[in-house]
């Protein structure tokens, strides 16, 4: 039997305490792989992040394929991993034993996910598979949802011969280079000029857990205001703490753990912590929306959020 491969391709920005646990994550998926399924961990660091010397140590430790690229556009930084990839397999034409999967530096996956992906890998005959939803939290664990989506990033199996035939015949990447979001729906569009569809794998089991900090493109809150249907759903945070298993919230949440109770009001100029890249920052409430349980947050010590925009879930009291 001809070996499958699977290279897992991610972009490093910041939050080295999650990448951290992505890493032992990522660690144990690979290793549960079945016989005949071959992964590789591609990286792709910025030497401009302030964090860079303690994410490269990190990547060295773990001994995944290092490569460097600017930050931005995050498109050309992540096809920096994906040709890769293509020129590591060396072959003149792909065949069907070759994936590509894309992942995020801040998603913890289940190893039994290779229960639901293995028989589309190694038996499918479409080009694009993902799994039909995953589950976001903040990383104090307060507060989680799901999100079941047909236009999925994150644990998507891509054959390596549509990105290459892609880039042979209409002359693209994967990503549109000069993008530096949605470029999970924008990926799909490319594929589709050579007729390839997403196949969803449906499965009600949490395989995905979306870390959501205050550096992400788009925070945990955001999808509460951009997401106002019945594809998105708050669940239970104990939902998500067996499928989480090994993961840790910074030392610091569980002094502040109770958040604000549900009795006590929020207002403009209140003042509060919330957690941004694992650290318990001070801020004032700047705006309150409180339909949809959301606060603008100003931080106190003159830096700037890039998503100002939390949850009540999300905030503490100093």
Not at 291 to 312: D, H, I, Q, T, Y
Request: some cysteine; hydrophobic content about 40%.
């Amino acid at each position: 039997m001809r070996e499958t491969t699977v290279d897992i391709i991610c972009p490093w920005w910041k939050r080295p305490s999650i990448t951290a646990e992505h890493c032992r994550s990522m660690n144990r998926f690979m290793q549960a792989a079945p016989a005949g399924i071959e992964c590789k961990y591609w990286v792709v660091l910025s030497e401009q992040d302030p964090y860079y010397p303690e994410l490269l140590r990190l990547a060295w430790d773990n001994g995944y394929m290092i490569l460097h690229e600017e930050n931005r556009p995050l498109g050309r930084k992540t096809n920096v991993a994906v040709n890769a990839a293509l020129s590591f397999r060396g072959q003149q034409q792909m065949d069907s034993r070759h994936w590509l999967m894309n992942i995020g530096s801040d998603d913890l996956v289940d190893p039994d996910y290779w229960e639901l992906c293995t028989r589309y890998i190694t038996e499918g005959e479409d080009h694009i598979y993902a799994v039909d939803r995953i589950y976001l939290c903040d990383e104090a664990l307060t507060l989680a949802y799901r999100l079941i989506t047909f236009n999925p990033g994150a644990l998507r199996f891509i054959r390596l011969w549509a990105v290459q035939t892609l880039q042979q015949d209409h002359n693209k990447d994967l990503y549109p280079p000069e993008l530096n979001r949605t470029l999970d729906g924008n990926s799909a569009a490319n594929l589709s000029l050579i007729g390839v569809k997403i196949v969803n794998m449906v499965s009600e089991k949490i395989y995905i857990i979306d870390v959501k900090t205050n550096t992400n493109i788009t925070s945990c809150a955001a999808f509460m205001r951009l997401s106002e249907n019945g594809n998105f759903s708050k669940v239970p945070i104990r939902q998500l703490c067996n499928a989480l298993g090994f993961y840790h919230p910074p030392k610091n949440a569980f002094s502040f753990k109770f958040g604000i109770p549900e009795t006590k009001a929020i207002y403009k100029g209140m003042k509060v912590l919330v957690f941004v890249d694992s650290i318990a920052t001070r801020a004032q409430v700047e705006k309150v929306y409180k339909g949809k349980e959301l606060v603008e947050l100003k931080p106190l010590k003159g830096k700037r959020f890039k998503n100002n925009l939390f949850s009540f879930h999300q905030l503490f009291i100093p």
